[in-house]
């Protein structure tokens, strides 16, 4: 696959920030996605929270799995560290890195498929373990990269882009994390960029495991309105040596509305997404009202967005463990291998 490069100049009166960055200095390659895609949309939302908070990128450890948004770190923070990893292992690798290096603001971009399937595990060790990071996952409940099979966040009812009806029970992620214990629960949609925007800026700087599950529609695999769409016609007396798909473009979806509103939002296939932004006097203190709050609304169909809960006073996995200030990755050998009356004394207390 070819990657491009955008240019390296930019216009001189750009908007910067308190470090003199502009918007480009926070950009990576050229999307490679569908024209439409609400996961470039989250990947705006991260660039204008980067910028918002003058963050120097190099500061920055972006971590991914495998999936259409797992390669959403290319498209930003170009000059930030990145990593991508084998597929649903991205939370492991996050958290080993953390651990050497507590220094660095850790991301992590995971998709339904990567997080609520082969790598549910290591989503539910890293929150429950507090590992300081924030961890988004771009929702779209289908395999983007594997034709549009349902993922486990695929609603009970709802049909395939074949007409196939999903019988199994879906994943609530935001409602795992919350079970879990993580310190910083939040819900969007990426056409809400008022709303994402700070989300994404207070999960960067909330101490402890931040969580934030973002419905970003699939515009290739969701454009049917209960039935398939006519390519399979196409490909049934198609003998070329290539099996090609035609996406058309389509703008990405933008909404704006209140807090404690609902909101019926028509998706490119004619579907309809209902959404429900969180009352002005909600709690997010409350972690249990939290959970009810979701399965209620959950049972009439509603996706509840917004910061679900926050806990002020969280810790992270560094504090659990009592390790010390420096990085890990800073020590030198004698401070990292003490010698063996250490490990005498060490191997004696667990006798």
Do not use: W
């Amino acid at each position: 696959m070819t990657y491009i490069a955008k240019p390296k100049f930019h216009h001189p009166g750009l908007p910067k920030n308190e470090l003199g960055f502009t918007h480009r200095d926070y950009e990576g390659k050229v999307s490679t996605l569908c024209a439409g895609c609400g996961h470039d949309s989250i990947t705006g939302a991260i660039i204008e929270a980067c910028f918002q908070l003058s963050i120097e990128p190099h500061r920055v450890a972006k971590i991914s799995g495998i999936g259409c948004s797992s390669k959403t770190p290319d498209y930003f923070l170009g000059n930030s560290h990145g990593f991508n990893t084998v597929h649903g292992r991205m939370p492991s690798v996050l958290t080993g890195a953390n651990l050497a290096n507590r220094d660095l603001i850790y991301l992590g971009v995971s998709g339904d498929g990567d997080s609520a399937s082969i790598g549910f595990g290591q989503f539910a060790h890293s929150i429950r373990r507090g590992v300081n990071m924030t961890y988004i996952v771009e929702n779209n409940g289908v395999y983007g990269l594997t034709k549009g099979q349902f993922s486990a966040t695929a609603d009970r009812g709802s049909k395939s882009k074949r007409g196939v009806v999903n019988s199994d029970s879906s994943i609530d992620l935001a409602a795992i994390a919350l079970q879990l214990g993580a310190s910083f629960v939040a819900r969007s949609f990426s056409g809400d960029k008022t709303q994402l925007v700070p989300l994404i800026e207070a999960a960067i700087r909330h101490r402890g495991a931040a969580f934030i599950d973002v419905i970003s529609p699939c515009v290739a695999f969701n454009n049917h309105t209960g039935s398939t769409k006519s390519f399979d016609y196409v490909r049934e007396h198609n003998e070329a040596v290539n099996r090609l798909d035609v996406i058309t473009s389509r703008a990405p979806i933008q909404i704006e509305y209140k807090p404690g509103s609902v909101q019926m939002v028509e998706q490119h296939d004619g579907t309809t997404l209902a959404l429900r932004k969180l009352d002005a006097d909600y709690d997010v203190h409350d972690r249990l009202a939290a959970q009810g709050f979701l399965a209620k609304h959950t049972a009439k169909g509603q996706v509840v967005t917004g910061l679900l809960y926050v806990d002020p006073e969280a810790e992270d996995l560094h504090a659990h463990l009592n390790t010390v200030n420096t990085p890990l990755n800073s020590l030198g050998t004698e401070q990292l291998c003490p010698g063996s009356a250490a490990l005498d004394k060490i191997n004696a207390s667990l006798r």
